[in-house]
């Protein structure tokens, strides 16, 4: 958290996608992973696997949400100053195709709507190799000083 007082938004997500400072446990956990960062829009990846999948056998919705939680989130960060963080207030996902080890590698967007001062909302499409659709979500993220917060 050291890196967040001291580093843009934008710094700290590239800080971290170079390996400089560590990444979310989580992250390492699903294995996500930062691939592109730009003001105000960023594209994290994951190559699906069974330990993914629910018991219907395709990828869980919450590695979808997670994925979307992320870019979204990221991409607000990338427009903070050093000492802000921007946790989520609402996610809202649209599942629209299965995903499963066949789909091979997926790229989850996250591009800001609204930058403001209290809160910021954001959208993203998951989508695979080829670009076809496989869910879109909207969120809502409340911009904080890190001072004080427990997080």
Known sequence: MRAAMSLSGIEWLRAMMRGEIPG?????????KLLEIE????IVTLTPAEYHYNPMGVLHGGIAATLFDSSLGCAVQTLLPAGK???TLQLQVNYIRPVTVKTG?????????????????AEGRMTDQS???LAHATG???I????GSKR
């Not at 003001?39 to 960023?42: I, L, M, R």
């Not at 590698?105 to 909302?121: D, E, F, M, N, W």
Request: net charge positive; aromatic share 10%; proline share 9%.
């Open 24 to 32: 979310p446990p989580l992250a390492y956990l699903i294995g996500m």
């Open 39 to 42: 003001e105000g829009s960023v």
């Open 85 to 87: 963080l921007a946790p």
């Open 105 to 121: 590698q997926i790229y989850c967007s996250g591009r800001v709507l609204y930058p403001g001062k209290q809160t910021a909302t």
């Open 131 to 133: 670009g076809t659709l």
């Open 140 to 142: 809502t993220f409340v």
């Open 144 to 147: 904080k000083s890190l001072e």
